[in-house]
Each structure stands twice: as C-alpha cells, then as structure tokens.
C-alpha cells in the first residue's frame, strides 16, 4: 500500500485542517496509508494586543521553532523506505535551511511535492531562495491560486492550481426557522487577529450604515481578547472557537472579506469568501487576487468607500437578493472548491495517476 506523509504546519493551524487533515479521509477511501506529520507548536492562543502579551507571542514562537528542528528530525526518522510520497506544506522549518532537510526527505520519497498557499515569496529574498531550491528538487508543486502559479512556474514546470477547499458535506446554511421574525442584520467577518488591518477599509461605511440602521451589527470572529479601539465601538467580539465556528458562520446574513491590495493579499487564497459562501450567505469582497474569480454572481466587488456602502445597502435593504445571491454562493462553493472535487486535483498532484469523480 502507497503511504503518504503529510509534513504541514501545527495541526492547529487553519491551513493544516484546510489543505492536508480534510483531505485524508478520502484517501484512505481509495486504498492510500497516510501520516500527517505536523510541525511542533505550544498552540493556536488567543491574546491581547499588550506590549507583554505579543512580546510572550513571539518568545513562544521562536521557542517553538527550535523545539521544531528537533521535531522534524524525528518525524524524518520515521520514514523507512523510499517508496512512499511526501507532502510538503511551505517549509519544514524556517530555522535550518529548508533546501538541506528537503535533500534528506528527497532520498526516502519516491514523489516529492511542495504545497504553497501564500505569497511567502514576498516576504523577503532570502525565502524566495529557499522556495526556488526546493520546488526545483520537487516532482511537482502544488499552489493555491494563479498568482502564486506564476511565481512556481519560474522553477517547476509541473504546477498544480488547487484552492483550498471547503468540505460542503459539514460547512451547510443554517436551517431556517419560520416561527424567527427577527429583522436583525449580521455583517460578519471571521479570520485570524493579524487580518483585522483589512477591515480598516470598510469602517466608515459600516459607521454610516449603523448610524442609519440600528438593527444592523457587526460581528467579528477571531483569536483576541479585545478588539482594536477602531473596531470596538460598532464590532461584537466573539472568541473562535473550532467547536463553535459552523454556528458562528451560520449567524452571518453577510460576509466580509476586504484586502489591501499589495504583493501578499494577491496570494491569498479567499478560504474566507469559501466559507462564508458554503453557508449560504452573499458575499463582498476588495476585486484582490482570487477574490476576483471567487465571487460572481453570489455578491459585490469593492474598491472604493462608496461601493462598499452603496453595496451593503442594497444587501442590506432587500432580503430576497440576499437569499438569491446566497444560494449561488453555496453552488459555486459545491461545483468549484468542494473537498470532493478539488481531492481529484490532489490525487493527481500526488501520485500522477487519474481518480474518477463519484
């Protein structure tokens, strides 16, 4: 039996769940042994933005990258044979140059494929350096959007686009309570803290829209235990949680995902739009990166202040274009960045080898 190894970020991490855990169930379906094979971390916490607190962050950050060395090493050990294929997600740790560890793994893989679904490239020149070495040692890579294929196909020739899926059969729109005659509004935004910057983008619309509809709210999902003192007046803060984020999700009658538009935001893969969209809900959205090609017909594009007001407004005022638009919103979610379909791309990427869909 083909085994996999998973190797990915901390299985706390959102981009290990999204793009490696989620998948793993379907590959035991069709005959694969897997092993996931996360990098070491003391935990995904939620904290204030205090001096000491985000200082004790990245005390426990670097600390947890030198625990990781010694963690891959470990889990390297555990490969046996070379007839397996290796999953790599981004790096295996930032700290040993990455190209190093990838010659050891390479040696006891029959396939190797990076996975990057960020445009970590950015960052500074030294990354860069060790995305090209390593994608150049790869059978293939895998990216999350086209952005981020033009810059793999610099240095691999074999470039699999495959978003980061969404599992449909668990995210599903609320079930609709008739007796409920509420007419609150929810606007919501979920993400981790370090993206609130985005919605600097949208505050004086929703201000606006606040002060004319007192029935409207913001609601803001996140990893902190108090929001920024621009948000705190018009946001309801709620702690996520992966115990309450379908609910969460399914509060929302709107979803927001605005974006500064520089090098990175390009890259991101528009997992937020996804989840909001397999709930069922319209969505806006900054026409950034793959928030272009994400949202159609299931809701608006923004750039301007007034666009972002005049389309909340129009989402806001009329209930039945909410429900029309969200229930394109859950087909597109269904037909293109389904767990199920995009599984087909992944099978393919992994072992060069055509699944049919079921």
């Known amino acids: 039996m083909t085994k996999i190894y998973f190797f990915t970020e901390p299985s706390v991490f959102p981009t290990t769940r999204f793009r490696a855990e989620q998948y793993i169930p379907y590959f035991h379906k069709n005959g694969y042994d897997t092993v996931l094979f996360p990098a070491f971390s003391s935990g995904y916490k939620s904290f204030s933005q205090s001096l000491i607190s985000v200082f004790k962050f990245n005390l426990d950050r670097y600390l947890s990258n030198i625990k990781n060395i010694f963690h891959r090493w470990q889990q390297i050990n555990q490969i046996n044979t070379n007839d397996n294929i290796l999953y790599i997600h981004s790096f295996l740790t930032p700290f040993i140059d990455t190209d190093y560890l990838a010659q050891v793994v390479r ?23 060790k995305l090209k070495k390593v994608m150049a040692m790869c059978d293939a890579v895998i990216v999350g959007n086209e952005y981020l294929a033009d810059f793999a196909q610099k240095y691999q020739s074999n470039i699999y686009i495959i978003p980061t899926p969404i599992e449909t059969n668990y995210y599903v729109p609320k079930k ?3 007796e409920t005659k509420s007419n609150t509004i929810t606007i919501g935004w979920m993400g981790s803290w370090v993206n609130l910057k985005h919605l600097n ?6 201000i606006h829209l606040q002060n004319k509809f007192p029935h409207i709210h913001l609601k803001i999902v996140t990893n902190i235990h108090e929001l920024p003192p621009n948000l705190k007046d018009i946001a309801k803060l709620k702690q996520w ?17 605005p974006l500064e538009d520089n090098a990175f935001s390009r890259g991101k893969c528009s997992f937020k739009l996804l989840q909001y969209m397999a709930v069922g809900i319209p969505v806006i959205a900054s026409p950034v990166g793959m928030n272009k090609q994400v949202v159609q017909d299931n809701g608006f594009l923004c750039e301007t202040e007034e666009e972002w007001l005049e389309s909340l407004l129009i989402l806001c005022e009329n209930k039945e274009l909410r429900q029309t638009m969200g229930k394109r919103s859950r087909e597109i979610a269904e037909k293109d960045y389904s767990t199920q379909v995009n599984f087909l791309k992944l099978h393919r990427a992994l072992t060069g080898s055509e699944l049919s869909a079921k």
């Open 107 to 129: 040696k006891k893989s029959r396939l190797m494929v990076l996975d990057m679904d960020d445009a970590l490239f950015v960052t500074n020149k030294r990354t860069e350096i």
């Open 201 to 206: 983008l949208v505050i004086s619309s929703l």
């Open 176 to 178: 609709i309570d008739i």
């Open 241 to 257: 949680s992966v115990e309450d984020e379908l609910k969460d999700l399914q509060s929302f009658d709107i979803g927001l995902m």
